[in-house]
C-alpha cells in the first residue's frame, strides 16, 4: 500500500521512540531503520516528481509554476518539520 513521505516519517518517529526501552530487541532496531530508510526514499521520491513536474512545466507560459513552487514549499515544509 503506497503512503506519502509524511506519513512514513510519521510511522518512523514512533518506531524510534519506542527504541528508548531498556529491552529493546536487535530486531526492532533493524525495523527501525529500515522504516526511516523507507521514509527517507518516498521523501526521495517525492521530490523527484516534483521536480520533474517543475521542469516539465518551466517550458509551459502558465502559472502552474508557481503553484508548483507553492506545493513543493508546502511539502518540503511539512517534511523539514518532521526531522
Do not use: C, W, Y
Not at 8 to 21: I, W
Not at 35 to 40: E, G, M, P
Not at 46 to 66: M, R
Amino acid at each position: 500500500m503506497p503512503q506519502n513521505a509524511k506519513d512514513l516519517v510519521t510511522k518512523a518517529e514512533g518506531a524510534v521512540r519506542d527504541l528508548n526501552k531498556p529491552t529493546t530487541h536487535p530486531d526492532q532496531i533493524r525495523r527501525a531503520q529500515a522504516q526511516v530508510n523507507l521514509a527517507l526514499a518516498q521523501s526521495n521520491v517525492e521530490l523527484a516528481a516534483a521536480l520533474n513536474a517543475f521542469t516539465e512545466s518551466a517550458t509551459k507560459p502558465t502559472g502552474t509554476i508557481k503553484k508548483l513552487v507553492e506545493q513543493l514549499n508546502k511539502h518540503l515544509g511539512a517534511i523539514a518539520g518532521k526531522t
